[in-house]
């Protein structure tokens, strides 16, 4: 689902003050209910409205395919924004409840909080939001929705509540590493982190796993006495003997700065790995 939302907030962006649009994050049962019933009305197409100084206003979808898509025309988006606006929201017609790859990297421009909902012939799903000011999740406990809280969301809220740590979030598609993409490779590397040779990991190390994939697609952290946090999909977040997972464990990774050093032990990871592949 692509949206166009986003270039228009860069525009207006530019225009105020950046506590304009920092508010609230509960919203009331009222504007929940508008919110649905707007969904409901707009089905099959995609719904699209903003949350502004706590109360819903529907937009008109303007995408060439609101069945697949959504945009919010200029003036009505720079209007809202010279406002006080809370949230971005739209629905998701028999769709997944969790944001796509272009939704993620739409909110990360906007830095403001988005929502989500599922709308099909029967029902209209309860709202998910993530983004801007929307706490933190317990590290332990929580419920896997691709993109909000998945296992790399994990890694990041671990990082900035043990640590003090900020790791940027990236846009990230459903089975991504089924789209000859490779995130963790691609982006660690940047972030901080140096490859850890032998030895016994670190609290706060960070382990890569291949789960059926020729690719890391998972990650956890060490916690101390022999256990991992991480969160698979379709199951909670919790902690785990490393011992498990020690077939699926590709590196260990630790939090250095030093990003130069890893860019270059993680090529030589990939090499290896991809010389493994054709064997």
């Not at 929201?89 to 909110?107: F, L």
């Not at 809220?157 to 000859?180: A, M, Q, S, V």
Request: with cysteine; charged share 20%; glycine share 8%.
């Amino acid at each position: 689902l692509q949206s166009k939302v986003w270039r228009n907030w860069i525009v207006a962006y530019t225009c105020i003050p950046r506590r304009y649009y920092r508010n609230k994050i509960m919203f009331s049962d009222k504007v929940i209910a508008e919110i649905k019933a707007h969904a409901r009305s707009e089905y099959p197409k995609e719904s699209c409205g903003l949350v502004i100084n706590g109360g819903y206003f529907a937009c008109t979808n303007t995408a060439e395919d609101p069945y697949k898509d959504f945009t919010i025309d200029n003036g009505t988006y720079i209007d809202a924004v010279n406002l006080w606006l809370d949230a971005v929201v739209h629905s998701h017609p028999d769709g997944k409840r969790c944001p796509s790859g272009n939704d993620m990297r739409s909110q990360i421009a906007m830095d403001v909080t988005w929502g989500i909902l599922v709308v099909t012939k029967e029902i209209e799903s309860d709202i998910i939001w993530w983004g801007g000011d929307i706490p933190t999740p317990p590290l332990l406990g929580r419920s896997f929705v691709h993109g909000i809280t998945d296992c790399y969301a994990l890694i990041r809220d671990y990082h900035k509540l043990e640590r003090g740590i900020i790791l940027p979030d990236w846009p990230r598609d459903i089975e991504w590493w089924n789209k000859n993409q490779d995130l963790y490779m691609d982006n660690f590397a940047e972030q901080g982190f140096e490859m850890v040779h032998g030895g016994t990991p670190e609290i706060g190390d960070t382990c890569l796993c291949r789960l059926f994939s020729s690719v890391n697609n998972h990650a956890g952290v060490y916690v101390g006495g022999g256990l991992m946090l991480h969160h698979l999909q379709n199951r909670i977040s919790c902690h785990e003997p490393v011992y498990r997972w020690m077939n699926h464990i590709s590196t260990w990774l630790r939090y250095t700065r030093k990003s130069e050093n890893l860019a270059v032990g993680l090529q030589q990871l990939q090499t290896t790995s991809q010389s493994l592949d054709h064997e």
